[in-house]
């Protein structure tokens, strides 16, 4: 079993930054991929990011790309969600989840195609 810890949430004005830490335990998870997903209030679950916790490949869906960077710490079995440039669309719960194995963006994006997940932490963007 894999437990995961989300921490980092907080208010920011828009323009500002957060970054977003997910720290797993239980069991090793180098054969695992992390996905960073987000839910808003009335919204679905959406993949934020996705990275992989061997070779650190990621993915990251289009509206985050070159704001938003995942990365990870193996030494400390954490990964990370560096968000920059936000705006207030980004309010919303933010969750890491596990799943073993990678695979193509389709696959990641898919939230019931993950096994672990953590308690969420919240984001709120104020304009």
């Known amino acids: 079993q894999v437990q995961l810890v989300e921490s980092g949430g907080g208010l920011v004005q828009a323009g500002g930054s957060l970054r977003l830490s997910c720290a797993a335990s239980?069991?090793?998870?180098?054969?695992?991929?992390m996905g960073w997903f987000r839910q808003a209030p009335g919204k679905e679950r959406e993949l934020v990011a996705a990275?992989?916790?061997?070779?650190?490949?990621?993915y990251y869906t289009d509206s985050v790309k070159g704001r938003f960077s995942a990365s990870r710490n193996t030494a400390k079995n954490t990964v990370y969600l560096q968000m920059n440039c936000l705006q207030p669309e980004a309010t919303a719960i933010y969750y890491c989840?596990?799943?073993?194995?990678?695979?193509?963006?389709?696959?990641?994006?898919?939230?019931?195609?993950?096994?672990?997940w953590g308690q969420g932490t919240q984001v709120t963007v104020s304009s």
């Open positions: 239980g069991r090793s998870v180098s054969s695992f991929a």
């Open positions: 989840a596990a799943r073993y194995g990678w695979g193509t963006f389709a696959i990641m994006e898919q939230s019931t195609r993950y096994n672990h």
């Open positions: 990275i992989k916790w061997s070779g650190g490949n990621t």
